[in-house]
């Protein structure tokens, strides 16, 4: 049996045939610095032109600054924005400003935390689904409650995951495993339905066994909509952590959300805000690069996605 994925072989042959066309390193450079600039310039346009209108409407009175203080006033203090992010006690309330470091850990707690709870819920959710349909009987045991669960929002089971974890990091990382544990386990059954009958055929013609047939031809087949399945449920996942950091934690982005919303601080709050967006951007561009990577097979069709 080839240990070229079956559902590859057409992408493998085409890329093949490109690779073989005559280039040049100096060729190639200019027409990837042209498509990183463009790509820059339509990023800065789309969001110069938000931060504008937000501006305009700052200059002409329409927003309040109290209650939606534009970017140039959120940001024009820095060091005491940051001094919100110490520890508690490193500081005294006379002191002014803070210290960026502070800024990176708690970010660091943050990603942390949604790193590890998508990492879990992902193979957990990929492993549960191909044993629900490899094992009949596992699957006429879990299936129906995993059905029974997925409509539960993940904000529900807060009070479940302080009961069974405390206070700490254990509740965010369930709360962001189980925002997407249940939707990639219903997507891996709905993808392993819908493999090509006759990539299954030909696999077998060939010899495949049992193992072969799921290494080779399913598991490549179904991991490129798993991949997209997960990028869309990541901003799910950044919207429980902060519940979870908010209430179940007591540190993190949404400690400091909370702590803005309690104090009236709508400065600190939108420079939080940025922060996650910043965060959750280089998440997805993050998973983006994992993924273009792990499904080496897919081609160049995976990065027009973007």
Not at 36 to 52: K, T
């Amino acid at each position: 049996m080839s240990t070229l994925p079956l559902a590859a072989v057409n992408s493998a042959t085409v890329a093949k045939a490109e690779t073989q066309k005559p280039h040049s390193v100096d060729s190639a450079l200019p027409a990837m610095l042209r498509v990183w600039a463009e790509r820059a310039f339509w990023w800065v346009a789309s969001v110069g032109i938000f931060v504008g209108v937000w501006e305009f409407c700052w200059w002409r009175g329409y927003a309040d600054p109290l209650m939606l203080p534009p970017p140039h006033l959120f940001l024009a203090n820095l060091t005491e924005q940051f001094r919100f992010f110490d520890p508690a006690g490193a500081r005294s309330l006379e002191e002014e400003g803070g210290g960026f470091v502070s800024v990176l850990i708690v970010m660091g707690w943050t990603s942390m935390r949604v790193i590890l709870g998508l990492a879990l819920g992902f193979f957990g959710a990929v492993a549960i689904g191909v044993g629900i349909r490899y094992f009949h009987v596992f699957g006429k045991l879990t299936l129906p409650t995993i059905t029974l669960l997925t409509p539960i929002s993940p904000v529900a089971w807060l009070p479940v995951a302080i009961f069974l974890f405390g206070i700490g990091n254990l509740p965010a990382i369930f709360l962001v495993f189980i925002s997407v544990f249940f939707i990639i386990v219903l997507s891996t059954l709905s993808q392993i339905d819908a493999v090509p009958a006759h990539y299954l055929h030909v696999a077998r013609i060939m010899g495949a066994n049992k193992r072969q047939l799921f290494r080779y031809v399913i598991l490549p087949t179904i991991l490129p909509s798993l991949f997209v399945t997960l990028r869309l449920n990541l901003f799910a996942a950044w919207m429980v952590v902060l519940i979870a950091e908010a209430v179940g934690v007591g540190s993190g982005l949404g400690q400091i959300i909370m702590m803005a919303r309690n104090t009236f601080n709508s400065s600190l709050v939108f420079f939080t805000m940025t922060l996650i967006g910043l965060l959750g951007f280089a998440f997805d561009r993050a998973l983006l690069w994992v993924q273009e990577r792990v499904l080496w097979w897919v081609g160049p069709s995976a990065v027009a996605a973007r």
